[in-house]
């Protein structure tokens, strides 16, 4: 995989169309910022526990589950030219089991590896890492999302690691700049992921039997 190729070409993606793939991430930061002003502490002044503001601050969260998979699909589409809009963001909500689903199980997936040692928790993030993205591009059955994934990145996981061990010095800049910096670095990030999962596609494709 050419990663600085990579790098490049989602650089002048971004640079070109700056507001285009700002705006999905500012619609999520400000939908999170909302339901985080419905979230409710789920320790009361008295120091019990408040078992139906846990409820309400967990179901603010599954809320965001699709308006983040939207992004990614709004993403997809932007980078393979195809037409996007606003409404990719929001049309996600029909999908919400298998997004929901695929979220559970990778997360339980990573959690079970990461009782092992920190280093099995981290590959099997990178091995899963396509998943969303393979659901983003049509696929709506979790397991297979899964399977597809873990095939994907089948003698590309190290290569992978390094690709995104790569941006931690926008990571930081984002950091010293208190947070400014993100504007330019989340939708640059997200692009080059997304460039990376086409060429990956190319060179390795998801297949499963």
Do not use: H
């Amino acid at each position: 995989m050419n990663r600085a190729k990579i790098k490049k070409e989602a650089k002048e993606l971004v640079k070109e169309n700056l507001w285009d793939v700002v705006k999905p991430f500012l619609i999520l930061l400000g939908c999170a910022l909302v339901l985080g002003l419905l979230s409710v502490n789920t320790i009361t002044p008295d120091g019990s526990y408040n078992p139906a503001a846990n409820l309400l601050t967990m179901a603010c969260e599954f809320a965001l589950y699709p308006i983040s998979f939207g992004v990614l699909v709004y993403i997809l589409k932007f980078v393979r030219k195809e037409p996007y809009g606003v409404k990719d963001i929001f049309n996600q909500y029909k999908k919400f089991w298998p997004i929901f689903a695929l979220n559970f199980l990778v997360g339980l997936l990573v959690f079970a590896w990461s009782l092992l040692l920190i280093v099995p928790g981290i590959i099997a993030a990178i091995k899963y890492t396509m998943s969303m993205l393979i659901m983003a591009d049509g696929e709506e059955d979790a397991l297979k999302c899964i399977k597809k994934s873990k095939a994907m990145m089948n003698g590309y996981k190290w290569d992978y690691f390094v690709f995104q061990l790569s941006f931690i010095g926008w990571i930081l800049l984002g950091v010293i700049t208190a947070g400014i910096a993100y504007i330019f670095i989340c939708p640059y990030i997200n692009v080059a992921t997304v460039l990376y999962y086409e060429e990956l596609k190319k060179v390795n494709p998801p297949t499963i039997e």
